[in-house]
């Protein structure tokens, strides 16, 4: 490569990037913008909400047949007669669970103090079934603890149910592991302690990730221990070992079966065999109602799922991953994530550039947002939860602002048109101007005289849509010269007009901006055809007169030579000899030196 092909590539280049640089600076600043509104938390609400309805759109899936649960409603609490539920009742039905070989047992109800009658049954219940676990609450900021029933916190066989509440009382993620800030070993959750008890009987055992993540790993399952900034959360609350929520479905997404039922043996031993067992309040007048992603609808009002269900869709979620393969929600990095929102930006930007009409960018805008969604839910299905609503507002605010842009530089062109117009029609010179489309964009009459047709047929036109192909290349080439040097040119060209009389004409090109960055390119035109005339006539003349000159010394020559030979033998004659001899013997005389004369007789 030559160091001039070298340098006209890096000019084309420059040019190139000259043309992209307010799509790539609108991009870059709207990002910009957009990232410092996200991480000061105003996007949060959004886009859990626009999660939250993509949850909701997910294709249904199978009913987790491995988890029951047992339900304790007002129609039970009725037949009882009192609330809470007496030892009695649940004695009764951990018995029945224990002969029906229940895989494992939750027991999602507080039992910390005896509800008579039948508290030694329900002792001797605890610990006659070593799959059960009870539950307790840990004391945080907002509530004291509620302890754990004694004997089965003797017998290890107690998991904590705190939930972690979002801004808009939500559960979107689940608590696997509570580290007190003593030093007793990490506390496990009611969902985990079901979940490894069931996969252990599977021979599933808990590991740590062979990444070195220190995440915890089941099966072939990882489970990625929630950060502050995951998907859209911004400093959120990240204590203890947290993953985000997969929930299987809304409300009533597993089997249940009432508590009355159970005891009165209307459910045959085959729906416990093996399985996650679960038993809670699912009451109205209990009020133990979590609100999740599924709890939200486009009309009416939220529907929760019972606390129990909540437990249920956790143990789902951890036995699902390890046994099943089952996706797991997981978010990319902050960097990928701005990444990804900068290159929508760059999306919004360049259709608006690309089309130039807030009519057609509105459209495209459309297609690319409702495309930008639908990308989102992909990912969501296999797993991944990406920016939707950043993406989406720098798309729409770097349109706008090429928009506003494209808006300002058109009004500002009409301005600039509307001047030069005014100015170049008192000039007596065919004068054109250019953009960098190169169409005539402004011409004074006088041009429009000279080329032989009408101003309007002009405007918005090319060389090519008037010249022949040659001398619109030539005028081509000329203009983008100027264009690329930004420099001032002057060249002579031949161009013929409408009623095909060829003009010479010399053109001036100079290169102009206005205040908003618009390029036009002016060329003053003026006629020289008479001056090449008179020069091509001088030309002629002067040959001619050259020949004449050629013609006179060759005829001089001629007689020269005839006076000073002879014509039969063409030697020298007398006159020639006497003309050499006196001037040899004049030398002579001045040189003082002798000359000598040989006569050879012929």
Not at 83 to 93: K, S, T, V
Not at 281 to 296: G, H, K, L, M, Q
Not at 389 to 400: D, Q
Request: charged residues 25%; neutral net charge; proline residues 5%.
């Amino acid at each position: 490569m030559t160091f001039d092909t070298y340098r006209d590539l890096l000019k084309r280049l420059h040019k190139v990037t000259q043309k992209r640089q307010r799509v790539v600076l609108t991009a870059l600043s709207v990002t910009s913008c957009v990232i410092a509104v996200r991480l000061s938390g105003l996007l949060q609400g959004w886009e859990l909400a626009t999660y939250d309805q993509m949850i909701r759109l997910r294709p249904p899936e199978p009913r987790d047949n491995r988890i029951v649960i047992i339900t304790i409603d007002d129609t039970d609490l009725r037949r009882v007669g009192k609330y809470p539920i007496p030892d009695a009742e649940l004695a009764n039905l951990l018995k029945i669970l224990q002969t029906a070989r229940a895989g494992a047992i939750g027991l999602d109800i507080y039992r910390d103090l005896p509800i008579p009658p039948g508290h030694q049954d329900l002792l001797q219940a605890y610990q006659q079934n070593p799959n059960l676990i009870g539950i307790t609450y840990i004391a945080d900021q907002d509530n004291p603890e509620v302890p754990a029933p004694a004997l089965l916190k003797q017998l290890n066989q107690v998991g904590f149910n705190n939930l972690v509440h979002d801004q808009d009382d939500k559960v979107r993620r689940g608590l696997l592991y509570w580290k007190s800030e003593d030093k007793r070993p990490a506390r496990q959750s009611f969902g985990l302690v079901l979940a490894l008890k069931y996969l252990q009987m599977q021979g599933i055992k808990p590991e740590t990730a062979a990444d070195q993540s220190g995440n915890l790993q089941l099966g072939s399952a990882i489970f990625r221990r929630y950060t502050a900034h995951d998907g859209a959360y911004i400093l959120s609350d990240d204590g203890g070992y947290q993953i985000l929520l997969n929930p299987r479905g809304p409300a009533s997404s597993f089997r249940q079966v009432s508590l009355t039922k159970v005891l009165a043996g209307e459910v045959p031993s085959e729906v416990f065999r093996d399985r996650i067992v679960l038993v809670g309040y699912t009451a109205v007048s209990v009020n133990d109602f979590v609100f999740t992603s599924y709890s939200s609808q486009l009309i009416g009002s939220p529907r929760p799922i019972t606390g129990v269900e909540f437990h249920a869709n956790l143990i789902s979620q951890i036995v699902g991953a390890a046994k099943d393969g089952r996706t797991l929600i997981n978010s990319w990095t902050d960097p990928i994530e701005w990444l990804w929102i900068f290159v929508w930006a760059g999306v919004g930007a360049g259709i608006s550039w690309q089309l130039r009409s807030p009519r057609w960018s509105t459209l495209g805008i459309a297609i690319a947002g409702t495309g930008l969604v639908l990308i989102a839910y992909g990912f969501l299905i296999i797993g991944w939860w990406i920016p939707v609503v950043p993406p989406l507002v720098t798309m729409t605010a770097s349109a706008i602002a090429i928009i506003a842009h494209i808006a300002r530089v058109q009004e500002e062109l009409q301005r600039s048109k509307e001047f030069l117009n005014t100015i170049i029609n008192t000039i007596p010179d065919p004068i054109f101007v250019k953009d960098r489309n190169y169409r005539w964009v402004v011409l004074n009459e006088a041009f429009s005289r000279f080329l032989g047709y009408p101003l309007g047929e002009l405007i918005e036109r090319s060389d090519y849509d008037v010249f022949s192909q040659a001398e619109a290349d030539i005028f081509r080439q000329q203009d983008d010269n100027v264009f690329r040097t930004e420099q001032e040119c002057r060249n002579e060209e031949a161009f013929t007009d409408r009623k095909g009389f060829t003009h010479h004409i010399e053109t001036k090109r100079s290169l102009h901006k206005d205040s908003a960055g618009n390029c036009f390119l002016v060329g003053i035109i003026r006629d020289i055809t008479e001056r090449k005339r008179m020069e091509d006539e001088l030309k002629r003349t002067t040959a001619e007169l050259v020949q004449s000159n050629a013609e006179l010394q060759r005829s001089a020559t001629q007689l020269s030579h005839v006076a000073n030979h002879d014509s039969l033998t063409g030697l020298p004659n007398r006159k020639l000899f006497h003309e050499r001899l006196e001037q040899a013997i004049l030398w002579a005389k001045e040189k003082e030196q002798l000359v000598a004369l040989l006569f050879l007789d012929l």
